[in-house]
């Protein structure tokens, strides 16, 4: 293998670090939000070495978060756990599949292994730069990294501080997930057409929560919510022609 | 500590997690741009979100109501997460002491 020129390593390194640079406020959020989950991690029961497995390979965090619904040690639900994760990340097809124009023919397989730092946080700061013309993988890569360190970091600190904060509710912090993932909905709001959508989810969501215990509302509320969605655009199409 | 299920549990939701990453780079260009698999991928996210934070705020006492709408006012108003997350907890950490809730 070549030795990149010197030029081009300072290139991946100023854009790493402005790819960094960019997510350091949202990950503020990212840090104040793997706080809460290691402390919540620590009241399901899950041991220190547990927590930094899973934050270090699974690296997800809503994911993570629906987990610990799950998480009873004795009777783990492995299949139910692993569904989960698989039904909550579903939308990282998506976003990856976005980032296509930044790995050319051949760089493909490198860049599959670049998706594991994929984040929302990174990948919007990413597409943001795209938009404008720029936006390179060390750019991604940047946002990954340090979105990474910040999960890391934190959820291993809420697990251990989660001796001292027994009750993260009595401080409010359990509203800390609630409230991110509302105002990143409101960040997605793109114009009436999201109204159906968005109501069929959350009332399904809401029914599915009082019938069945568990993370099934995500599942079933997502589904209802993007299928009606997806009929009420084909049908308008449909009219429109 | 670690038991083999909670290992089988991680390794298997890593798994998944980087198959679905990956995947989605990989299959990128065989996605259908249009049609109704396209649209329906489309509203998968704004859904998934909608159904998370339903259950929490609908069927909350008055404490998350008031702070779920400090967090949409805070949202609109500085465009900022953290702003808008640090208000949902000031407020709903305030509402529960005042209301007892």
Redesign the interface.
């Known amino acids: 293998m070549e030795k990149p020129l010197p030029s081009a390593r300072n290139r991946f390194w100023s854009q790493f670090t402005l790819g960094a640079r960019a997510c350091l406020?949202?990950c503020?959020?990212v840090a104040?939000?793997g706080v809460v989950w290691g402390v919540l991690a620590r009241q399901a029961g899950?041991?220190l070495?547990?927590v930094v497995?899973?934050s270090g390979?699974?690296?997800?965090g809503?994911?993570q978060f629906v987990?610990l619904d799950q998480w009873t040690?004795g009777a783990?639900p492995?299949g139910a756990?692993?569904l989960a994760?698989?039904i909550?990340?579903?939308?990282?097809?998506?976003?990856?599949?976005?980032?296509?124009p930044l790995?050319p023919p051949g760089t493909?397989g490198r860049?599959?292994?670049a998706?594991?730092l994929?984040t929302d946080e990174n990948w919007a700061m990413t597409v943001g730069e795209m938009a404008k013309g720029r936006g390179t993988p060390a750019f991604l890569l940047g946002g990954g990294v340090l979105a990474y360190a910040c999960w890391m970091g934190a959820t291993v600190t809420g697990r251990l501080l989660g001796a001292a904060i027994d009750d993260p509710?009595a401080?409010?912090?359990?509203?800390?997930?609630?409230?991110?993932?509302?105002?990143?909905?409101?960040?997605?709001w793109r114009g009436k057409a999201?109204l159906v959508?968005?109501?069929?989810?959350?009332?399904?969501?809401?029914a599915t929560?009082?019938l069945i215990p568990g993370s099934w509302?995500?599942?079933?509320?997502?589904?209802?919510?993007?299928?009606?969605?997806?009929l009420l655009?084909?049908r308008r199409a449909g009219s429109a022609r | 500590m670690i038991t083999t299920a909670s290992l089988l549990a991680i390794l298997g939701m890593a798994a998944v997690t980087l198959a679905i990453k990956a995947g989605g780079l990989l299959l990128a260009e065989r996605l259908p741009t249009t049609g109704f698999a396209a649209a329906w991928l489309r509203h998968i996210p704004g859904a998934v979100l909608a159904a998370l934070v339903a259950p929490a705020i609908l069927t909350g006492k008055p404490a998350e109501i008031a702070a779920a709408l400090a967090t949409t006012l805070v949202w609109f108003a500085s465009r900022n997460l953290f702003a808008a997350m640090a208000a949902g907890i000031l407020v709903v950490y305030l509402a529960r002491r005042l209301l007892g809730a």
């Open positions: 406020p949202v503020i959020s104040a939000y899950l041991s070495l547990e497995l899973m390979l699974v690296f997800a809503s994911a987990a040690p783990l492995v756990l692993v994760a698989l909550v990340n579903l939308r990282y097809l998506l976003l990856t599949a976005t980032l296509r790995f493909v860049g599959a292994l998706m594991a994929v509710a401080y409010g912090l359990d509203f800390a997930f609630t409230a991110t993932f509302l105002a990143l909905l409101l960040g997605m999201d959508p968005w109501l069929v989810a959350a009332l399904a969501a809401v929560a009082r509302h995500i599942v079933v509320g997502g589904l209802c919510g993007s299928l009606a969605g997806a655009e084909i």
